[in-house]
């Protein structure tokens, strides 16, 4: 069983940057593939970032170059850092941890937060 809670999230303006951060309880936290997705207002839930047990890491054409995932398997704890924000990356951010499967896909996931709400200003 792994829990996730993300943080971080909150009201900035266009340009501007925020660190997301997840943190996982579960002593088998560094054996997950951890991701980050979104979900917008009527939209549905999409992929952002992932990264691999062994910190190999893949994005979401729409955040390649703005959007930095990292994690921390001393603290369990993985993270989103978000530069350059458009207020189209608002919307309802999620970590997962998926165990197999293709990352892409949120159904493969196994664990999910309850989300943090990111809002960019114009």
């Known amino acids: 069983q792994v829990q996730l809670v993300e943080s971080g999230g909150e009201l900035v303006q266009a340009g501007g940057s925020l660190r997301l951060s997840c943190a996982a309880s579960?002593?088998?936290?560094?054996?997950?593939?951890m991701g980050w997705f979104r979900q917008a207002p009527g939209k549905e839930r999409t992929f952002v970032a992932a990264i691999t047990w062994s910190a190999n890491t893949d994005y979401a054409e729409s955040v390649k170059g703005r959007f930095t995932i990292s994690r921390d398997n001393a603290k369990n704890t993985v993270y989103l850092q978000m530069n350059s924000l458009k207020p189209e990356d608002r919307a309802v951010y999620y970590c997962?941890?998926?165990?197999?499967?293709?990352?892409?896909?949120?159904?493969?996931?196994?664990?999910w937060g309850q989300g943090t709400q990111v809002t960019v200003s114009s």
């Open positions: 579960g002593r088998t936290f560094s054996s997950y593939t």
């Open positions: 997962a941890a998926l165990r197999r499967g293709n990352a892409y896909y949120p159904n493969n996931y196994d664990y």
